[in-house]
């Protein structure tokens, strides 16, 4: 039983999912409405502007990639209808999976779509009047499908480390306490400019320090844009998982402290590849193998994720087949990813797969 223990909503939403919203709810914006023809642009159309075509370390690229896709976050009710979409089709491709969700940036996207400047909107009226039903929809997908499916399915809660906003993040902290139990976790995550391009702002993390309380699972995206140097400053906050970490390859001594505290890593391969390919190149040479071998071998616990599937060009089914043609132990892969989903969620699943 192989589970997808990195991956986000936001990156997610396949095309064939977008090009039924945009019908549905009459998206006719120039990327899902050709005004030429007076058609809707078919998810052949979408597909090729949502994915990436090679790898790059411009980051800047996936991220267009997503912002095309936010423009479907019209209403609360069309990110519901997304998010179905997502959970559905990640049922379909995982044995089961956690979801990663956004608030803050589905939020002030909703506003932004809707005509409204979203730093003029009150914090408290931010959390209490656009991102609560944007949480609860997603949270209603969530229980929809995993009824439906039977698939183990979690949702974590993402905060950037952009942080644009102090006091927006603050209310969204208080509304996230009151929906503690119906999430698994936290998750830092962002891309942010040289020089330091994974900060832990101050204020981001007096607010982790307050939401550990209720949510003591904490993940944090490190050693992905940047060295080893930036996981060992995120061990220090005593996560739980590391997004990536695969800079950690640097240093023996990161290594050392990885496995001792039993800090679990989440390997995206084609992610890696797509987003750093230039470190990847390197971290390869270094150990002659691919990360997740290497990390292996250094007796550090990997889980593994398709991270953002559709700009990414992948699905789970697809990063399985290619950990097993670089030589992953999938024995104990697989034994990781069920150490980890009972850490996060204090209940065990059956090992084998269920397909």
């Keep these: 039983m192989f589970l997808d223990l990195h991956r986000h909503l936001e990156g997610s939403h396949s095309p064939q999912a977008l090009a039924r919203v945009a019908r549905q709810f009459d998206l006719r914006t120039p990327f899902f409405f050709d005004a030429t023809t007076g058609t809707f642009r078919t998810p052949e159309a979408l597909a090729s502007a949502l994915t990436m075509a090679g790898p790059t370390d411009d980051a800047s690229v996936f ?3 997503i912002v095309l896709a936010r423009q479907a976050y019209v209403s609360t009710a069309a990110i519901e209808a997304l998010a179905v979409a997502a959970f ?3 049922a379909a491709d995982t044995d089961g999976f956690e979801m990663r969700l956004s608030l803050f940036s589905m939020t002030r996207t909703l506003l932004e779509n809707q005509g409204l400047a979203w730093r003029d909107v009150p914090p408290v009226a931010f959390a209490e009047h656009y991102a609560r039903p944007v949480l609860l929809a997603v949270l209603r997908a969530r229980d929809a499908v995993a009824k439906a499916t039977r698939k183990p399915m979690v949702v974590r809660l993402g905060l950037s480390r952009t942080f644009e906003s102090e006091p927006h993040y603050r209310a ?3 509304l996230v306490v009151e929906h503690a ?3 698994v976790g936290l998750d830092v995550l962002g891309i942010v400019a040289p020089p330091d391009t994974e900060p832990l702002p101050a204020g ?3 607010i982790l320090e307050r939401l550990r309380k209720h949510l003591p699972d904490l993940t944090i995206h490190a050693g992905e844009f940047a060295g ?4 060992d400053r995120t061990l220090e906050l005593s996560p739980r998982g590391i ?3 695969v800079h950690a390859l640097e240093s023996p001594a990161t290594l050392e402290r990885l496995a001792r505290e039993g800090v679990t890593l989440e390997v995206c391969p084609t992610s890696n590849h797509l987003l750093i390919p230039t470190a990847l190149k390197a971290l390869r040479h270094r150990h002659g193998a691919e990360p997740l071998v290497a990390l292996q071998r250094a007796d550090v616990h ?3 994720g398709s991270d953002d599937p559709t700009p990414m060009g992948t699905s789970f089914q697809a990063e399985l087949s290619r950990a097993k043609g670089f030589g992953v132990d999938l024995p104990r892969l697989e034994a990781d990813m069920h150490r980890r989903w009972a850490e996060m969620t204090g209940r065990a699943l059956p090992l084998g797969s269920q397909r």
Excluded at 228 to 231: F, K, M, R
Aim: charged share 15%.
């Design 63 to 65: 991220y267009r990639c």
């Design 88 to 90: 559905e089709e990640a």
């Design 302 to 304: 990997c889980v593994m």
């Design 228 to 231: 080893h140097g930036s996981v």
């Design 243 to 245: 997004g990536h970490g």
């Design 172 to 174: 969204l902290a208080d």
């Design 181 to 183: 139990p119906a999430l």
């Design 204 to 206: 981001l993390l007096a």
